[in-house]
């Protein structure tokens, strides 16, 4: 899948190596803000290093991920995607950012329930997971709002910095009721 529309103001593009200057001009404007949640912010130092993150995810060996940026009213806001996908159990995680400016809008809410959506009806996965780290509570409220069930807490699952921080593992399963 290629695009995906998602509302008359959001839509997902698959992830593009010609889209690595805009992804990386986002997260240089944003490096503050983002770096406080997402560890990949101090290895992106260069549109190279968005780049070689394309090329990685976008090659014909990776049947794990699929990343898509988001284009909110034709601006860039952030990606979304696949992450870490087990074709043979039928699961997958959902991970996302956000540009700064389009924080409060929707637009993260909106995209994981297309792509949950999609992994259920489509994909015929059977568990779609989003790990949160403790604190991070703007991004928790997603999995929490489209009533993912909170599993447990996987100690010192991301590595930040110099230091790890505690993911919080929230699921959905296909037999789920909405």
């Not at 992804?23 to 290895?43: A, G, H, M, S």
């Not at 159990?89 to 950012?97: H, M």
């Amino acid at each position: 899948m290629e695009h995906i529309r998602i509302n008359d103001k959001i839509r997902l593009e698959k992830v593009k190596t010609s889209m690595a200057p805009v992804i990386f001009q986002t997260i240089e404007r944003d490096r503050e803000y983002l770096k406080e949640w997402l560890p990949f912010v101090n290895f992106t130092k260069k549109v190279r290093d968005t780049e070689l993150f394309i090329e990685s995810i976008s090659s014909p060996e990776n049947v794990k991920d699929e990343i898509f940026s988001i284009w909110y009213n034709e601006a860039f806001a952030g990606l979304v995607g696949f992450k870490d996908t087990d074709w043979i159990n039928k699961k997958t995680e959902i991970g996302y950012w956000l540009a700064q400016p389009m924080q409060g809008k929707g637009i993260i809410g909106a995209c994981v329930q297309k792509l949950l959506s999609y992994a259920f009806q489509k994909l015929k996965l059977n568990r779609v997971q989003i790990k949160v780290a403790e604190g991070n509570l703007k991004s928790e409220a997603i999995p929490r709002k489209l009533n993912f069930t909170l599993e447990g807490t996987e100690r010192a699952g991301e590595l930040h910095g110099k230091s790890y921080l505690n993911l919080k593992i929230y699921s959905r399963l296909a037999s789920d009721p909405l």
